[in-house]
T-cell receptor
Framework: GQQLNQSPQSMFIQEGEDVSMNCTSS?????WLWYKQDPGEGPVLLIA?????ELTSNGRLTAQFGITRKDSFLNISASIPSDVGIYFC??????????FGPGTRLSVLP | SAVISQKPSRDICQRGTSLTIQCQVD?????MFWYRQQPGQSLTLIAT?????????ESGFVIDKFPISRPNLTFSTLTVSNMSPEDSSIYLC??????????FGPGTRLTVT
């Protein structure tokens, strides 16, 4: 079946630094979603992407739909302590359900 | 977007018993989904629940173990039957809104002893 890989698996960064993470697949997807999950909560949708090459921002977050349609990227600028959490990507092909990546765990050092 | 609530938020259950989890949405939606998230893991789709039809289960999940009801466009239930410790997990419902956007409830944290 389809699988997504996320890199890095985890990262520690200094407050104020920029963060980059990515999500890759062996299959082409038509939609990419990025979520953040805090401990004890459900995932919260951050950004949705629908077209290859699309670049979309949500505050300090920017995500891109890779031009090969097999990957997506999420950047966080000027990280703050509340950015701590697990970031999941999800990809979908037409007519199929979303597939979720294993997550990138972000920890911020004060 | 959608506001989704789940009940209970958490429970501790004994082996062999069953628990029914409720999911309520603040708007009418066609597609609802039930996921399982084991500790430290990603989300695994259990089944898709569309109103007016039988739920569609993913490989590895069966109706006898995870019966689902979808009586209307704002509500669904998932039952975890004959529980064992391996069923300890977070169970999440989600809905699809608009153009391929999926929103999640807060989850139900289940511990089976």
């Amino acid at each position: 079946g389809q699988q997504l890989n996320q890199s890095p698996q985890s990262m520690f960064i200094q407050e104020g630094e920029d963060v980059s993470m990515n999500c890759t697949s062996s299959s082409i997807f038509n939609t990419w979603l990025w979520y953040k999950q805090d401990p004890g909560e459900g995932p919260v949708l951050l950004i949705a992407l629908y077209k290859a090459g699309e670049l979309t921002s949500n505050g300090r977050l920017t995500a891109q739909f890779g031009i090969t349609r097999k990957d997506s990227f999420l950047n966080i600028s000027a990280s703050i302590p509340s950015d701590v959490g697990i970031y999941f990507c999800a990809g979908r092909r037409y007519g199929q359900n979303f597939v979720f990546g294993p997550g990138t765990r972000l920890s911020v050092l004060p | 977007s959608a506001v989704i609530s789940q009940k209970p938020s958490r429970d501790i259950c004994q082996r062999g018993t069953s628990l029914t989890i409720q999911c309520q949405v603040d708007s009418q939606v066609t597609m609802m989904f039930w996921y399982r998230q084991q500790p430290g893991q990603s989300l695994t789709l259990i089944a898709t629940a569309n109103q007016g039809s039988e739920a569609t289960y993913e490989s590895g999940f069966v109706i006898d173990k995870f019966p689902i009801s979808r009586p209307n466009l704002t509500f669904s239930t998932l039952t975890v039957s004959n529980m064992s410790p391996e069923d300890s997990s977070i169970y999440l419902c989600s809905v699809e809104i608009g153009d391929n956007e999926q929103y999640f409830g807060p989850g139900t944290r289940l511990t089976v002893t």
